[in-house]
């Protein structure tokens, strides 16, 4: 559900946003490195919890 | 009689021991005369013979001699030095479209398919197509990490599979509180890359879904053309969304700024938020102070 909320981290994201929002023309939002430049994928992000069943999904897609 | 007419003959022959079952032997033929073009050097035909010798046992069902001969036309576009082309690449994406994706063999004939596009072709990481219909097929044989890996660099296509791979994913967990581990894989993963339009595109995607589907209270923060979700009980989400914006600025101020509010809950990210800070907000990462080392190196005259 969608309505106007009010909490000390709704107030810092809304102070945020303006503040970050003025500044974030450096870079647009639709900007990407071309793929020809990228020389560094970052750090390995550790594995989840939760195992994944393809077959279920396989199944979760043929179901809906 | 001509080269293309020889190499149609054994294609038919080869074509009949498969139709009568006789697999082993039609392996044996096709690898033999595939090695005497190979060693005349007739990489063309070669090449020929064995993309459709290979898809010919795909349509049989024989994986297992499917993906030997997929690995051997890899040795001869590594021997010929087949160059990155849309000709080259599209050859191996029909015989991965081809193959079972519960193929024991399939995590290596991807990094094989990729590591030739890796030598022969511009990009660092292998070709971003290939990278696509890789991405797609190890995802759909449930070898997630690996399909991650590959749908991060692939095509525009593959954000949208990325997103799919990890709803169906955090689905399966069956805890909604979980949404900000999963969340927070492509919003790294992208801006890691610089990839701001995916990263977006990721949250985009992935947020109306969850709105949808967990009715989790939320709403629409909009300022100077930048949109997020506040969500009152999923901090993380907030904090990701606040990450991309903070990223653009690429002022390390803003950026100290919000890992401050957030610590305490953010400290399972500490390796990924210190690459972004390098690479976004030029803030070095701080080595860890060998006191014994600075002793010696000023007894000795160093630094």
């Known amino acids: ?64 | 009689m001509s080269s293309s007419s020889k190499l149609a003959k054994t294609l038919a022959r080869f074509q009949a021991r498969i139709e009568s079952g006789d697999f082993y032997e039609a392996h044996q033929t096709l690898r033999t005369i595939a090695n005497r073009y190979v060693r005349s050097k007739s990489y063309n035909d070669a090449i020929d013979l064995i993309s459709q010798g290979a898809e010919a046992f795909l349509k049989a069902k024989q994986g297992g001699s499917a993906t030997d001969l997929i690995f051997y036309l890899l040795e001869v576009y590594d021997v010929a030095g087949v160059v990155v082309s849309e000709v080259a690449v599209a050859r191996l994406v029909q015989l991965l479209a081809s193959l079972d994706s519960d193929e024991p063999n399939i995590k290596d004939v991807a990094t094989g398919m990729n590591n030739w596009s890796v030598k022969f072709g511009p990009y660092k990481y292998g070709d971003p197509y290939l990278h696509a219909v890789i991405g797609s097929k190890l995802a759909e044989g449930g070898h997630v990490y690996e399909a991650e890996r590959y749908l991060v660099l692939g095509t525009h296509d593959s954000l949208d599979q990325y997103v799919a791979l990890l709803w169906e994913w955090f689905l399966q967990s069956g805890d909604t509180k979980t949404v900000g581990e999963f969340f927070s894989r492509p919003i790294f993963n992208y801006l890691f890359i610089g990839n701001f339009q995916n990263a977006y595109g990721a949250k985009d995607k992935f947020l109306s879904k969850f709105i949808e589907y967990s009715r989790a209270e939320c709403e629409k923060v909009i300022k100077n053309g930048f949109e997020m979700w506040y969500f009152k009980d999923y901090a993380e989400l907030n904090f990701l969304q606040l990450l991309i914006l903070t990223c653009q600025t690429q002022n390390a101020d803003l950026f100290n700024n919000l890992k401050a509010h957030y610590a305490g809950s953010i400290d399972q990210y500490s390796g990924q938020l210190e690459f972004l800070g390098q690479e976004h907000f030029g803030i070095k990462i701080q080595k860890p102070v060998n006191f014994m080392q600075d002793i010696m190196s000023g007894l000795l005259g160093g630094k």
């Open chain 1, 1 to 64: 559900s969608t309505r106007t909320m009010s909490s000390p981290e709704k107030e810092f994201i809304t102070k945020f946003v303006a503040l970050a929002s003025v500044q974030a023309s450096g870079v647009s939002a639709d900007a990407k490195v071309p793929q020809q430049n990228v020389t560094n994928l970052g750090v390995a992000l550790p594995p989840l919890r939760y195992r994944y069943d393809h077959r279920r999904a396989k199944k979760n897609a043929t179901d809906s």
